[in-house]
């Protein structure tokens, strides 16, 4: 789910290197926290979430596929 999340946001940012997904499971659940360059925080979230909400559609889809439990994305400010 990592690679997934990478490839998806490493293209639209100015500072791929900085681009870092962290996962953190518990029993019922995954929690992927992504971080970027401050710089890069708006073109993550876009205009009204919009983008944000496209990418979570996307990871939550592939999720749902392969895992048992509910998954999460934060995005680290």
Do not use: C, W
């Amino acid at each position: 789910m990592e690679k997934l999340i990478l490839s998806i946001v490493k293209p639209i940012v100015d500072f791929p290197d900085q681009v870092k997904v962290d996962a953190k499971e518990e029993e019922r659940r995954i929690t992927y926290h992504l971080s970027v360059h401050e710089q890069d925080i708006g073109k993550v979230i876009g205009k009204n979430g919009r983008v944000a909400k496209s990418i979570r559609t996307v990871v939550y889809a592939a999720a749902g596929l392969k895992q048992q439990k509910k998954v999460y994305l934060e995005i680290d400010e």
